[in-house]
């Protein structure tokens, strides 16, 4: 399924197995996540006391149609989906578990008898 379907490019992320049509913009990011204790103390001193790192994936399409929208917010639709991507640390292709943020997809207008959404955009973050 990779390549072009429907003129929509189809390479750069696979959902659950299936390819979605590739975003306009992907950036890739890396979180930290420090322990319940961790802050400055009393000194100011900082423990950082690093629990553990997370993948972020910011994610956004522009100019999609109304099918291809559809067709990406199902495959984030679920509690946590397995995504494969480019892992911009290791520099080799990852598959982790991701939840989906708050997806926005506003109407930008008609065009020849079709809709398109200005942009769809959201973020997954590693579980």
């Not at 991701?98 to 200005?118: I, K, L």
């Amino acid at each position: 399924m990779a390549g072009v379907e429907s003129g929509v490019s189809r390479t750069l992320i696979k959902i659950n197995g299936r390819y979605i049509p590739d975003p306009s913009s992907l950036q890739w990011g890396l979180q930290s996540v420090s322990r319940s204790d961790a802050g400055r103390d009393q000194k100011g001193k900082m423990h950082v006391e690093l629990q553990t790192r997370k993948r972020k994936l910011e994610l956004s399409w522009s100019g999609i149609g109304f099918a291809e929208t559809a067709e990406v917010l199902q495959a984030v639709n679920d509690e946590t989906f397995r995504v494969t991507y480019l892992d911009a640390l290791t520099n080799t292709t990852q598959t982790r578990t991701f939840y989906v943020g708050d997806r926005s997809a506003p109407v930008h207008s008609y065009v020849e008898g079709n809709q398109w959404y200005t942009t769809l955009s959201f973020n997954i973050i590693e579980v």
